[in-house]
């Protein structure tokens, strides 16, 4: 998924941040049959892959509330 992201970060100056879900009780637990994950502001956008149109709707419905 990160490097299916990777392009999508950098056109639109957006940032992510790599959660390890092996040290992290609470995300392993949540995600571990389902990663890779794509979290925005806790809500899951895709998991297993990177799905683009639903990142570009989710980011479009977020920058409405913004």
Partial sequence: ?????????LSKN??????????????????????????LNNTVICETFFDSCRFEQTLTSQRTLD
Avoid: C, R, T
Avoid at 1 to 9: D, E
Avoid at 19 to 37: A, E, G, R, S, T
């Fill in 14 to 39: 957006i940032s992510i941040e790599l959660i390890d879900i092996d040290h992290n009780d609470y995300y392993h637990q949540l995600y571990f049959d389902k990663i890779p994950v794509l979290l």
């Fill in 1 to 9: 998924m990160k490097a299916a992201l990777s392009g999508y970060l």
